[in-house]
């Protein structure tokens, strides 16, 4: 499958917002201790594999409703995803021109933009899972496991989590999707805005777009 590019719009292919879903949240299921010795433990595998089996706990719940469902995996984003490094690497250069005001209030539009586009794609889930294959190290603190999406034919099959060890966790800052990577896809959108418009235009763009997630998701 391919992901088409658009504006910011939520072009994103389905297999990346699962997996991003997948790897970032924990199930209610699971044990508070076990989780933090998983995530925070020197393996990148085992943390990584700790996350997804918890996140298909969730996905897979009877009991809870979509609502539920979106609301658990957007309260425990923050624990499991480097939104930060994420916002700094989707801006590239341009970082270093904003003042810290502007980082901040981008990196905090962008999170929302994130969860909000991928939690609106719960509902496709379809029992799909990841196999994982192998780590790699990147030096010290960085790590990207390798796995393989199985489910439907027209998805992509291979996945690669980039970690990196966080106050002594394992947090995800990048996935690629069949080569192309998460963050890049959104570079390449935000720097035609910010080369041919401004930062202002960015951030306005970025405001509607959740506006109309946020319609979508009821809230």
């Known amino acids: 499958m391919r ?17 991003l879903l997948l790897v970032a949240f924990i199930a209610p299921a699971q044990s508070a201790t076990a989780t933090q010795l998983a995530v925070a433990s020197g393996d990148p595998m085992v943390a990584t594999k700790a996350l997804v089996d918890g996140a298909l706990g969730v996905l897979r719940d009877p009991h809870l409703s979509l609502t539920e469902k979106r609301e658990k995996l957007r309260a ?6 480097d939104f930060e490094s994420m916002a700094h690497s989707t801006l590239d250069y341009h970082w270093s021109q904003l003042t810290p005001e502007q ?29 994982f294959v192998r780590e790699k190290l990147d030096g010290p603190g960085k790590s990207e496991v ?32 069949d080569g192309v990577g998460i963050t890049s896809n959104y570079r390449t ?8 418009h401004s930062f202002d235009s960015l951030m306005t763009d970025l405001r509607m777009k959740n506006q109309q997630l946020a319609a979508r998701l009821g809230k």
Request: hydrophobic fraction near 40%; charge should be negative; charged fraction near 25%.
């Open 146 to 177: 390798w796995s393989k999406w199985v489910g439907n034919a027209d998805e992509p099959d291979r996945l690669i989590f980039m970690l990196h060890r966080d106050n002594g966790q394992w947090k995800i800052y990048d996935l690629s999707v």
């Open 189 to 196: 959108q935000f720097d035609h805005v910010l080369d041919n």
């Open 103 to 131: 980082r901040n209030d981008f990196t905090r539009l962008f999170k929302d933009f994130i969860e909000n586009a991928y939690l609106g794609k719960i509902q496709d889930y379809s029992g799909q899972k990841v196999i």
């Open 76 to 81: 425990l984003a923050d624990a499991h995803l």
């Open 3 to 19: 992901c088409r590019s658009g504006l910011i719009g939520v072009r994103v292919c389905l297999a990346v917002a699962a997996c």
